[in-house]
């Protein structure tokens, strides 16, 4: 997703072109305690996620990008 809310409105428009069974996001860096956004925003499913900035998030302030992948930019 690059951002739960730069990829919000690119999401609502795949649920409603094609109207998935089950779909999978990643990259979403929603920290633990804004997690109920998916509730909120894909009501009409079941949501489910977990935060790899939680353990980060629990012992720093929360400063630009946590983590840094192999291969990008």
């Not at 795949?14 to 305690?33: C, G, N, R």
Request: glycine residues 6%; charged residues 20%.
């Amino acid at each position: 997703m690059h951002g739960f809310t730069q990829s919000q409105a690119a999401v609502e428009e795949m649920i409603t072109e094609y109207s998935p069974d089950v779909f999978l996001l990643q990259k979403h860096w929603l920290t633990a305690t804004n997690l109920n956004k998916f509730d909120h925003c894909f009501h009409d499913y079941f949501t489910f996620g977990c935060s790899a900035m939680a353990k980060t998030f629990k012992s720093n302030i929360l400063r630009g990008r946590p983590f840094t992948f192999r291969g990008e930019n």
